[in-house]
């Protein structure tokens, strides 16, 4: 496994390789790397012939200071991890190698797609994310990108991202990896004490409970009922919870079945917030 903290060498590797018709996996992570990272690293690997992470915490994706300061961080273990599941490249940049003093940060338009939810509770949080993956995949020419569809509407942005630049790289989502009591694996998790990791499972819980009562209950009395479950938990309290058509991402009022519906919820617990989803219709 080779680590290049150079945006000109990586892309230097990558592209000898794509000259000799070798396709090229993606994984773009912010490191605190977990099972649901390396899954994505197994698939790329499976369907690539060479595979590239990049360990990068992307400051301005980050609109709270604390979030981004307290944020894990441990390459070494990151490292290794990533060489136990067989991975060829590991590109580890500098914040001020990605984002040079003399650079003007880009902006994008993804129109209502970036009003509601994270967009509208993260003001300039999808610039942020547009922008460093627009740049990793400068950097990183590759055949195919893989996302988890833990953070979905990150995804949608990204897709968008790749339609507007007409950018020449496949995205592959990938479902999200959960513990055995259900928790949505994150990096995040890492920070929840024992007693907040204990009750952390009544978010997937919750959002099973309503999935079964869809069939006969109104979109307005399921966030009633989320509201209700989540902010009983001590500690727990409702961020929001959201059902919205998970193509236009649009917030939904009456279910209409085969209608690609999903739930959408972000849960603060303490000071560290959750976020998860789940398939109605």
Known sequence: MIVISNRNEI???????????????????????????????EQAKHENDYVVVSIFVNPT???????????????????????????????????DEMYPRDETLRKYDFGSLTHVMEGKNRPGHFDGVATIVHKLFEAIP?????????DYQQLLVIKSLVKQLRLNIEIRPCNIVRE??????????????KEQRKVAPVIYQTLQKAVKMASNT?????????MSEINKVTEMKLEYFEMANADSFQPIIHFEKNKNIMGFIVV??????LIDNIQFF
């Not at 603060?268 to 917030?273: D, H, K, Q, S, V």
């Open 142 to 150: 590759a055949t195919r990108a893989y996302f988890g569809k833990k």
């Open 268 to 273: 603060n617990l303490g000071a560290i917030r």
């Open 61 to 95: 994706q980050f609109n709270n200071k604390e979030d981004l300061n307290k944020y894990p961080r441990d390459t070494d273990a990151d490292l290794e991890k990533l060489d136990s599941v067989g991975c060829d490249f590991v590109f580890l940049p500098a914040v």
């Open 218 to 226: 109104s979109p307005d009395e399921i966030k009633a009922f989320v």
């Open 180 to 193: 055995a009591d259900g928790l949505a694996m994150s990096s995040r998790n890492q920070r929840l004490t």
């Open 11 to 41: 892309r230097n590797k990558v592209n000898m390789l794509i000259a000799k018709s070798k396709s090229i996996g993606f994984v773009p992570t912010m490191g605190a790397l977990h099972q649901g990272h390396l899954t994505l690293v």
